[in-house]
C-alpha cells in the first residue's frame, strides 16, 4: 500500500506540491498565532525590562544630576566606577557577601538537608521544614530591622554572651567599622539558608535509593555517601542555589540599606546602596547608572560562566 502511495506520488508531482505547501501554511500559521499569544509578554518585557535598562545604559554616558542639562561625558563615568576607591570598593564588598549569602549557606545547607532526610518522622521532617524555611518568606527589610535590635549592645546577641560567661564578646556588631560587613553578611546567610536547604532536600528525593544501599553493602559511610552520591546527584538543585544567592548578594539593597545604609563610614557599601546614595542625595545621576550598569554586567560575567558549569557544558 504504502508503496502505491509513493508510485502516486511520483506520478503526480503537483498533488504533492500542493500537500507540501498546505504543511508550510499551516506551520506558519501556527507560529503566526504563537507570535500573538506572546506579544503581551513581550510587550511588557520591552516596556519594563529592554527599556529601562535601555535608558541607563544612555544615562551612564552623560553627567547629569536629573534636572538640569545632561552633559555628554562619554566612558568617563565608568572610568570613575573602577577608579574610585569608594566606588570599586563597594563592589568588593559584594563578593565579601558572596561568602556569607552563598558559600556557606550551601555548604552547610547541604549537611542538614542530608540530615532531615534521615528523620523517620513526616511530621518531625516537615516541622523542621517550615521552621527552617520561615526566614525566606520574611521581607529582607524587616529581617535587617529585627537583626539591627539584636546585634546592637544591649540586643539578645550580647544578653546571650553575657548570660553564657562570655560577656568579653559583647560587641557593637553594627557599629564597627571591622565586624558591621560580617554582621550584614550573618543576615543574609539567616535569609538564604532555608531556601536552600529545601530546595537541596527536594532534589535529594529524586536520587536512586539503590546508590545509598550499594554504597552501604560496599562500607561508605554517610560523608563518604553526601560527597560521592548525594551532591553529585544534586547538581542542578546546586546551581540554583548558587545563582539565586550570588545574584542576591552581588545586588543586595534592602538588607545592607535597613541595617547599616552603608555603615559605619564605607565598611558595608554595596553597589545598590550607592546608587541609590548617588541618584538620589548627590544626584550623580550618570554615575548612578552607570554604577548600575557595571553592577549588571559583572551579574552577567559571574552567572553566566556558572551556569555553564553546572550544566556541565565547556567553551
Given at each position: 500500500?504504502?508503496?502505491?502511495?509513493?508510485?502516486?506520488?511520483?506520478?503526480?508531482?503537483?498533488?504533492?506540491?500542493?500537500?507540501?505547501?498546505?504543511?508550510?501554511?499551516?506551520r506558519?500559521?501556527?507560529?503566526?498565532?504563537?507570535?500573538?499569544?506572546?506579544?503581551?509578554?513581550?510587550?511588557?518585557?520591552?516596556?519594563?525590562?529592554?527599556?529601562?535598562?535601555?535608558q541607563?545604559?544612555?544615562?551612564?554616558?552623560?553627567?547629569?544630576?536629573?534636572?538640569?542639562?545632561?552633559?555628554?561625558?562619554?566612558?568617563?563615568?565608568?572610568?570613575?566606577?573602577?577608579?574610585?576607591?569608594?566606588?570599586?570598593?563597594?563592589?568588593?564588598?559584594?563578593?565579601?557577601?558572596?561568602?556569607?549569602?552563598?558559600?556557606?549557606?550551601?555548604?552547610?545547607?547541604?549537611?542538614i538537608?542530608?540530615?532531615?532526610?534521615?528523620?523517620?518522622?513526616?511530621?518531625?521532617?516537615?516541622?523542621a521544614?517550615?521552621?527552617?524555611?520561615?526566614?525566606?518568606?520574611?521581607?529582607?527589610?524587616?529581617?535587617?530591622?529585627?537583626?539591627?535590635?539584636?546585634?546592637?549592645?544591649?540586643g539578645?546577641?550580647?544578653?546571650?554572651?553575657?548570660?553564657?560567661?562570655l560577656?568579653?564578646?559583647?560587641?557593637?556588631?553594627?557599629?564597627?567599622?571591622?565586624?558591621?560587613?560580617?554582621?550584614?553578611?550573618?543576615?543574609?546567610?539567616?535569609?538564604?539558608?532555608?531556601?536552600?536547604i529545601?530546595?537541596?532536600?527536594?532534589?535529594?528525593?529524586?536520587?536512586?535509593?539503590?546508590?545509598?544501599?550499594?554504597?552501604?553493602?560496599?562500607?561508605?559511610?554517610?560523608?563518604?555517601?553526601?560527597?560521592?552520591?548525594?551532591?553529585?546527584?544534586?547538581?542542578?538543585?546546586?546551581?540554583?542555589?548558587?545563582?539565586?544567592?550570588?545574584?542576591?548578594?552581588?545586588?543586595?539593597?534592602?538588607?545592607?540599606?535597613?541595617?547599616?545604609?552603608?555603615?559605619?563610614?564605607?565598611?558595608?557599601?554595596?553597589?545598590?546602596?550607592?546608587?541609590?546614595?548617588?541618584?538620589?542625595?548627590?544626584?550623580?545621576?550618570?554615575?548612578?547608572?552607570?554604577?548600575?550598569?557595571?553592577l549588571?554586567?559583572?551579574?552577567?560575567?559571574?552567572?553566566?560562566?556558572?551556569?555553564?558549569?553546572?550544566?556541565?557544558?565547556?567553551?
Amino acid at each position: 500500500m504504502s508503496n502505491i502511495q509513493v508510485d502516486a506520488g511520483r506520478l503526480n508531482p503537483k498533488a504533492t506540491s500542493k500537500r507540501h505547501r498546505t504543511q508550510a501554511g499551516g506551520r506558519a500559521s501556527l507560529a503566526l498565532v504563537s507570535l500573538l499569544f506572546l506579544t503581551p509578554a513581550l510587550l511588557f518585557y520591552g516596556v519594563f525590562e529592554l527599556w529601562p535598562i535601555i535608558q541607563t545604559i544612555w544615562y551612564s554616558l552623560y553627567e547629569w544630576n536629573g534636572i538640569d542639562a545632561s552633559t555628554f561625558v562619554g566612558l568617563q563615568n565608568y572610568v570613575t566606577v573602577f577608579t574610585d576607591p569608594d566606588l570599586y570598593g563597594s563592589i568588593l564588598h559584594s563578593f565579601i557577601l558572596i561568602l556569607f549569602f552563598s558559600v556557606i549557606p550551601i555548604a552547610l545547607g547541604l549537611v542538614i538537608a542530608a540530615l532531615i532526610k534521615e528523620i523517620k518522622s513526616k511530621t518531625a521532617s516537615t516541622f523542621a521544614q517550615v521552621c527552617l524555611f520561615l526566614p525566606r518568606v520574611i521581607p529582607g527589610a524587616a529581617a535587617a530591622v529585627a537583626w539591627t535590635w539584636m546585634l546592637a549592645d544591649k540586643g539578645t546577641v550580647n544578653q546571650m554572651l553575657r548570660a553564657i560567661g562570655l560577656g568579653d564578646l559583647a560587641h557593637v556588631w553594627l557599629g564597627d567599622q571591622s565586624t558591621a560587613l560580617a554582621a550584614v553578611g550573618v543576615i543574609g546567610f539567616w535569609l538564604q539558608l532555608g531556601f536552600c536547604i529545601v530546595l537541596l532536600l527536594s532534589g535529594m528525593g529524586s536520587i536512586d535509593q539503590s546508590l545509598y544501599e550499594a554504597a552501604s553493602l560496599d562500607g561508605a559511610g554517610w560523608w563518604r555517601q553526601l560527597f560521592s552520591i548525594t551532591i553529585p546527584g544534586l547538581r542542578g538543585q546546586i546551581g540554583v542555589c548558587l545563582t539565586m544567592t550570588i545574584v542576591a548578594a552581588l545586588a543586595s539593597f534592602d538588607v545592607v540599606y535597613m541595617s547599616t545604609q552603608g555603615g559605619p563610614g564605607r565598611s558595608t557599601m554595596v553597589p545598590g546602596v550607592a546608587v541609590y546614595r548617588l541618584a538620589f542625595t548627590e544626584q550623580s545621576v550618570g554615575l548612578a547608572s552607570a554604577l548600575a550598569v557595571a553592577l549588571m554586567i559583572l551579574v552577567l560575567l559571574v552567572v553566566g560562566p556558572l551556569q555553564r558549569l553546572v550544566n556541565g557544558k565547556r567553551g
